[in-house]
């Protein structure tokens, strides 16, 4: 069993940044794929950024390259998503989630078995 705890979430005007944080407890955080997700109201949950357990790979959704930066600091078990350049369109609740490193890495967010909680994201325009 893996818990993941976000926080970093808030109110931020449009061109601003945020930095997301999920601690992660309970197995070896190192041997996991971290993403995180996101849900705006009426919308399905889409994959935003992963990072694979070495940190050796990154993976984003188009709509954030160049914007968002996912990283991880597996002495500290907490995977980081920077947010930078904010749109009222990344307004959403982000969600960061564990999959066990099976050397695939997964985008959708069935394969994960491990969530947090949530933590809201608005951006004002």
């Known amino acids: 069993q893996v818990h993941l705890v976000e926080s970093g979430g808030g109110l931020v005007q449009a061109g601003g940044s945020l930095r997301l944080s999920c601690v992660a407890s309970g197995r070896t955080f190192s041997t996991y794929d971290m993403s995180w997700f996101r849900q705006a109201p009426g919308k399905e949950r889409e994959f935003v950024a992963g990072i694979n357990w070495s940190g050796g790979r990154t993976y984003y959704v188009d709509s954030v390259k160049g914007r968002f930066t996912i990283s991880r600091d597996n002495a500290k078990e907490t995977s980081y998503l920077q947010m930078n350049n904010l749109k009222p369109e990344d307004t959403a609740v982000y969600y960061c989630?564990?999959?066990?490193?099976?050397?695939?890495?997964?985008?959708?967010?069935?394969?994960?078995?491990?969530w947090g909680q949530g933590t809201q994201v608005t951006v004002s325009s």
């Open positions: 989630a564990a999959e066990p490193g099976d050397g695939y890495f997964y985008m959708t967010s069935r394969e994960y078995p491990y």
